[in-house]
């Protein structure tokens, strides 16, 4: 065999990476204790860790010397990671020692709206003021305080125990990342995820928007997938890259469907109508699994008999209850059940369908009609149905093509989007099949909100300040910029009380969130604002009264998942040195908060929401009447889940690996029962409802319009802007930084420093402008009137659609830092929120109309 270079690295690496990994799996990590050569004396220590700045928590090693760190290299044990590290988790050994930090508690001596003016206080002092004001929000309303998620890598601490502990109203983030395509997952098939494939056995993917050399994909983040898409790839996957800007798939994906954004429903609709038309649907799937064989009625609801859905049997020539055993269940035809004209869900479907041709797709979507079938004639080819392999000795339908999508969920149909970029693995009975389409990176697992979603009750105001259970958004995905929508104008959305204090957990919302201009007039009405952040970010300096200096990888943290999919395994965060400065780990500072305000001990208190949250066993659970370390709660965890050595054996080996994901518990085919017992909606019936109960109550058609039985195509409000905003503007990824809380770091912004906005050479020429010339973006409310503009460089890039331009949204001033200044802006501040920006799940839309000009 020819060795090449790349052939030598690969297995120097490799063997070199399973020496150390066995080391600190199998063996004690004291043994790489050693004294650094040449440095008499002085003690060198490899410490196993997580990383802290990503997303994914990769493995870390940390190298320290006499107690400080020098070095952060992958951990090769961690099956996220296995020994390979990104850019931010090498960097982050400069956010670990960056001058710029946050070294005291602060707080303000000036006004807020206005970059701050600080005193240095003491943690007693700092900590009872802010205990102070809890206990006075508090006893008007506990739901007055607000609890804003951001980086939450312990939920168990901050999610639950201190949001049930306190009472607060928990705001999430997850509204501006995915969770539009996580509502739909969890509705349509039960699954809390949106969309990645089975990498091992999958044949074909379609990788849409899925930005794989700068963000990752579904749940995990940049080094995972495109491990396993790499090996994937070897084996002979075919990639088709559906995204209006090419990004860096190119050099993995063999076809580039140049997609005009926010036309995604509309293509995955066409995929559809073709399947159908090609005969490529998994009949016995559907017809087993799914509500498609359930008889719907002329009015949208389906028949039922005694409470229960019917379905045609075509043996009996009649209704039959649809978990009759011995049913054949018609999928297409019309009848006549108790005087009334029935259709099965799928002919209605069907019917629905036959609309989208791939013609009118490409007049829509600007993507070529023979491209369009072509694509649904690859998937069907791919998808084999009807055959069937064996894996770990179990029978499972073998259907190996799927979709990856993430982010692309994040636009105003995106609900409904991705309902339909599910309709097309359904309809091939890829759902939960070998080489299929997975949502979640954990064992298949039906989620609470697939029951939840279907049952929601639509209440009268008042409501809370994310209007949960409100005639506005049935569901709901808790928007934050909703939220600051809120807060301008209460009695619009029938909220009676605003929220008084927020604590911001590791969050910028200010450049990280969408609407800027709103989130700044929603923090001008709060009384009292806390931020726990190694930084003085942007949402700090203009609107904190106290700050909280948090550590960053000094500190123990958890528990945190680390599982690559196919391996279970668990890691924890462990201090790689002392703390820095004055700074504190979160957990640190939530017990001596709860302390201070009352709500740490006895019943309810955070300790018995802890014990709760974190599933502790007797005799391991925390008592309630003292206050431990949080070096002692993780060993009491560690014990209660069975680990003898409690939290020393994180401390020695960084992960515990439980074993591979047997096929039982990884694909829903093979769950006993099959898919946990559920049937996946392909109809949604609860949507219509929601849709009739939201007009009866007299909600604005731009609410309900979307709440659909079956996801249908109509314009993006955005398109009715202006023409003269004749652009499409679509933010972006970029490995070197992690949302809008690491363009401050020297080494990444070395890498990335500036903002810019990406536009077609051709376009640009049109407009006059040149490649690095600074211009004016400028995005227009189809439904208000309100513009806004921001000036950015622009930066030619052929791999772009003619009408879209883009630009990263890790800057904008992100916080008080030398090395955050004129970076330039973040297109958050362009986007809006609100009413026809944000989809029918009040998921936060990334799309606008824009003109761009000298």
């Known amino acids: 065999m020819k060795l090449t270079r790349r052939t030598f690295l690969r297995t120097s690496v490799a063997a070199s990476g399973s020496l150390l990994a066995g080391r600190l799996l199998f063996g004690d990590l004291e043994t790489l204790r050693a004294a650094p050569r040449g440095v008499p004396g002085a003690v060198e220590e490899w410490v196993p860790t997580a990383c802290w700045i990503g997303k994914q928590d990769c493995g870390m090693l940390a190298r320290r010397i006499d107690g400080r760190v020098v070095k952060l290299v992958g951990h090769p044990g961690h099956p996220r990671n296995r020994g390979t590290l990104c850019p931010k988790g090498a960097a982050q050994i400069m956010a670990l020692y960056d001058p710029n930090r946050v070294k005291t508690p602060l707080i303000r001596t000036n006004e807020k709206g206005v970059p701050g003016r600080w005193r240095q206080a003491t943690w007693e002092e700092a900590l009872t003021l802010v205990a102070q004001k809890m206990r006075e929000v508090r006893a008007k309303e506990p739901s007055l305080l607000v609890w804003q998620k951001g980086r939450s890598k312990a939920k168990a601490f901050y999610d639950e125990a201190f949001v049930k502990a306190t009472g607060a109203t928990r705001l999430h983030h997850g509204a501006f990342c995915s969770d539009a395509g996580y509502r739909a997952g969890e509705y349509t098939v039960g699954i809390s995820g949106v969309l990645h494939p089975d990498f091992r056995h999958c044949r074909y993917l379609l990788a849409w928007g899925y930005n794989l050399t700068n963000a990752g994909g579904n749940q995990l983040c940049w080094i995972t997938w495109p491990q396993q898409l790499i090996q994937a790839r070897e084996r002979g996957m075919k990639v088709v890259a559906v995204d209006p800007r090419l990004r860096g798939t190119a ?430 909606r392909l109809y949604g019936e609860a949507l219509l409802r929601y849709r009739l109960e939201m007009r009866e109550r007299g909600v604005p058609e731009i609410y309900w319009r979307d709440y659909t039985p079956l996801p249908t195509w109509r314009k993006p409000t955005m398109e009715g802007s202006p023409p003269e905003y004749d652009l499409y503007l679509v933010s972006f990824k970029r490995i070197e930084h992690k949302q809008s809380r690491s363009s401050q770091v020297p080494l990444l912004a070395e890498l990335a420093r500036q903002a810019y906005v990406e536009i077609n050479p051709r376009t640009a020429r049109a407009k006059g402008i040149r490649d690095g010339e600074q211009v004016w973006v400028e995005s227009h409310n189809a439904v208000t009137g309100e513009t806004r503009r921001v000036r950015a460089v622009a930066r030619y890039r052929e791999s772009i659609r003619p009408d879209t331009v883009a630009m990263p949204h890790h800057f904008g001033g992100v916080a008080r830092h030398p090395w955050a200044d004129g970076q330039g802006p973040s297109p958050n501040s362009l986007f809006f929120t609100g009413e026809g920006y944000v989809a029918n799940t009040a998921d936060q839309s990334f799309h606008v109309k824009v003109r761009v000009y000298k």
């Open 251 to 680: 050099h993995f994906a063999d076809e580039w469907l140049p997609i005009r954004p926010g036309t995604d429903l509309a293509l995955a609709l066409a995929l559809c109508h073709e399947l159908i038309a090609l005969g490529a649907v998994d009949r016995e799937y559907l017809a087993r699994y799914t509500n498609a064989p359930f008889l719907v009625q002329e009015d949208g609801f389906f028949l039922r008999r005694e409470g229960k859905e019917q379905v045609w049997d075509l043996r009996a020539g009649g209704p039959r209850p649809h978990d009759a055993g011995d049913a054949s269940p018609a999928l297409e035809g019309t009848f006549v059940a108790d005087g009334k004209r029935v259709k099965p869900a799928f002919q209605v479907l069907k019917e629905h369908l036959a609309r989208y041709t791939p013609e009118w797709a490409s007049e829509v979507c600007g993507v070529p009609t023979e491209q369009i079938r072509r694509v649904a004639r690859e998937l069907a080819e791919n998808a084999r149905i009807g055959s069937t392999v064996v894996v770990d000795g179990v029978r499972i339908p073998y259907r190996p093509v799927a979709i990856m999508a993430y982010h692309v969920s994040q636009q105003e149909l995106g609900f409904q989007a991705v309902r339909a970029m599910l309709l097309v693995v359904m309809l091939l009975g890829a759902v939960g099949a070998v080489g299929g389409q997975r949502l979640d990176v954990g064992p298949w697992k039906v989620h609470e909100n697939f029951e939840k979603l279907e049952h929601v009750e639509i209440k009268d105001p008042p409501y809370n300040v994310w209007l949960k259970d409100s005639k506005f958004f049935p569901i709901n995905s808790n928007n934050s910029s909703i939220v600051a929508k809120v807060m301008q104008d209460p009695q619009k959305y029938g909220v009676k009380q605003i929220p008084e204090m927020v604590i911001v957990h590791m969050s910028n919302p200010l450049v990280a969130f969408a609407s800027t201009p709103d989130l700044e007039e929603a923090y001008r009405k709060f009384k009292f604002v806390v931020v726990i952040d190694p930084w003085l970010s942007r949402t700090a300096d203009l609107f904190a009264d106290v700050v909280l200096p948090a550590s960053t990888l000094e500190k123990y943290e958890g528990p945190l998942a680390a599982t690559d999919q196919y391996v279970d395994a668990v890691a924890l965060r462990v201090p790689v040195m002392e703390p820095l400065f004055q700074s504190r780990g979160e957990i640190e500072i939530y017990l001596d908060l709860c302390e201070k305000a009352g709500v740490l001990y006895g019943k309810d208190g955070y300790l018995d929401h802890l014990n709760e949250a974190l599933k502790l066993k007797e005799p391991y659970r925390l008592p309630v009447d003292r206050k431990p370390t949080v070096r002692e709660i993780f060993d009491r965890w560690a014990k209660s889940e069975g680990i003898a050595e409690g939290v020393a054996y994180f401390e020695k080996h960084g992960v515990k690996i439980k074993g591979a994901v047997p096929a039982t518990k990884f694909y829903g085919y093979a769950t006993d029962p099959p898919f946990g017992g559920v049937r996946h």
